[in-house]
């Protein structure tokens, strides 16, 4: 939390993600005795031949070894997102289940890739506060068209799912969205763990959409402060709730175009909940020094001025328009970032993987993080 912030109550000062009701300082613990329980449960996995890898414990995905391939697979919850959806159809007619569908999906995706997954295999998870919800014809077939659409971009199988109806634990005229993936890690050798991130390493950044789904609880308290509300012009032609709305990038192309064009990463971060901190996940003492700074969205500029956030707290919680980071060898990194772009998504090289005490130095904008930062395991 911004140690400048001005006190809660007031009204037009520094608003940060904890006073938006998100404290990590109480969720990660829960995370972390979560992840130790877990641990002590993988011998069950010898009875049918298989092993896990322990190196992707607090890692974005879990894999398994099953013999000649690796399995990996991941269940995420997309958040408050469909909130703001539901506010904008009051106000424009509009639906923007569509888009909320690929939010969904990429949660789950783009963390599957971290450890160099091909996406195989996805499941829904649609729990409306009751069963008038899925009564709306136009919302209901933007979700299936949009997960659908969703699933061709990244050449996955959608498997099935679940739709309960949860009148009192879902508040009613709203609905909880999640998805869960698995992917094939084949050959072996594409496993991106990070036991081979070290000095000199190359850290390219690819760009975000936007918000994608972290930080809405934020964007949506921000709301308050502002006279027109979601309909607020933050560019011509373009209001607060649809840049909030413009959907995650799905970053599986880009790291399967990596595959075939022979580029193996040696880590990957999906900048989502903590913001650039993410960057600091792997466990090794190392230095990441960012040189190069992606140009931040309109979105999250508004977000960040109208919420009076210094740099720091705002790279600390936003993806700032890099939505995704590999690591490679420094011989890839120009053409990792050409592979990005012929996928149709701006990438950088952004910064070098040194040797030294664990921290995050983001040197254009003087901002330091520590290894005190980003407690996730």
């Known amino acids: 939390m911004n140690q400048n912030a001005a006190p809660s109550h007031?009204?037009?000062?520094?608003?940060s993600y904890e006073q938006a009701g998100v404290n990590y300082d109480l969720i990660?613990?829960?995370k972390v005795t979560a992840q130790r329980a877990a641990a002590a449960t993988a011998g069950h996995l010898a009875a049918h031949g298989f092993t896990e890898v322990a190196a992707s414990r607090g890692e974005?995905?879990?894999v398994v070894d099953v013999g000649p391939f690796y399995l990996a697979s991941i269940v995420e919850c997309l958040g408050t997102k469909t909130l703001v959806a539901d506010e904008m159809a009051k106000l424009t007619g509009r639906s923007f289940y569509d888009g909320i569908a690929q939010d969904t999906i990429a949660m789950a995706i783009n963390d599957l890739i971290t450890v160099g997954a091909t996406p195989l295999v996805v499941q829904a998870y649609w729990a409306a506060g009751g069963s008038d919800w899925f009564g709306d014809n136009q919302r209901a077939q933007a979700l299936v068209a949009g997960w659908k659409r969703a699933c061709e971009v990244c050449s996955v199988a959608w498997g099935g799912g679940e739709t309960p109806a949860l009148a009192g634990i879902v508040e009613e005229g709203r609905i909880d969205l999640a998805a869960s993936c698995t992917g094939l890690i084949n050959p072996k050798e594409r496993l991106s763990v990070g036991d081979q991130l070290g000095a000199g390493d190359a850290i390219i950044l690819l760009e975000s959409s936007g918000i994608h789904a972290n930080g809405?609880?934020?964007?949506r308290k921000l709301v308050e402060r502002l006279p027109q509300g979601y309909l607020t012009e933050i560019a011509p032609g373009l209001t607060y709730g649809e840049a909030l709305l413009a959907p995650t990038v799905l970053y599986s192309p880009v790291t399967e175009a990596l595959w075939k064009a022979g580029v193996a990463p040696r880590y990957c971060a999906n900048i989502t909940g903590h913001g650039w901190r993410k960057l600091l996940r792997h466990p090794s003492e190392l230095t990441y020094r960012i040189h190069?700074?992606?140009p931040v969205t309109?979105?999250?500029k508004f977000i960040q001025e109208q919420a009076k956030q210094d740099d720091r707290e705002a790279y600390s919680t936003l993806n700032m328009g890099a939505g995704f980071a590999i690591f490679v060898k420094p011989e890839d990194a120009e053409r990792t970032v050409e592979i990005a772009r012929a996928q149709g998504i701006a990438a950088w090289?952004?910064?070098?993987v040194e040797a030294g005490p664990k921290r995050l130095l983001i040197e254009p904008l003087g901002i330091e993080f520590g290894n005190d930062d980003l407690q996730l395991r």
Do not use: E, F, Q
């Open 10 to 15: 007031d009204p037009n000062g520094t608003l």
């Open 28 to 30: 990660d613990p829960l």
């Open 60 to 62: 974005s995905a879990y």
């Open 216 to 219: 809405l609880s934020l964007a």
């Open 292 to 294: 190069t700074v992606p």
């Open 298 to 300: 309109p979105v999250l």
């Open 349 to 352: 090289h952004a910064g070098t």
